[in-house]
Every structure is written in structure tokens, then in C-alpha cells.
């Protein structure tokens, strides 16, 4: 009985703390190659630099703070 208990309470903490997780901000890269914006999580590679940002959104629209 006590190991059941045990488990419910690991995996009520597992859950409560992806609940409150925050989303990964997003930023605009551009293009080293013919100066495309792309808006994305995490750069897309080698020929990209960071544009501006971060954003609260995937389309880059709705400024972010640091850190958030």
C-alpha cells in the first residue's frame, strides 16, 4: 500500500511541475545566404544568424522578455 501511495505522489509532482513549465521562447533568424527571416525555437543551422528577439510566439510577433 505504501509503495502505491509512493507512486501517485511522484507522478502527481512529475505532472505538476510539466504544468507549469514555460514554452521555449522564439527567435528571428536570418539567412547569412540571401537575408530570409525564419522564425524558430532554435537555430536553424550553420547559415543562420540571430535576428532579434525573443518572442512569446511562433510567428515572431508578440516580443518576449529575456529569460521568460
Request: hydrophobic letters at 35%.
Amino acid at each position: 500500500m505504501k509503495t502505491n501511495l509512493g507512486i501517485t505522489a511522484v507522478l502527481l509532482f512529475a505532472v505538476s511541475a510539466v504544468s507549469i513549465a514555460a514554452s521555449a521562447p522564439w527567435y528571428q533568424w536570418k539567412s547569412k545566404l540571401d537575408g530570409k527571416l525564419f522564425c524558430g525555437q532554435t537555430k536553424p543551422g550553420d547559415g543562420w544568424i540571430q535576428d532579434s528577439g525573443p518572442y512569446k510566439d511562433a510567428r515572431c510577433s508578440t516580443p518576449g522578455k529575456p529569460g521568460e
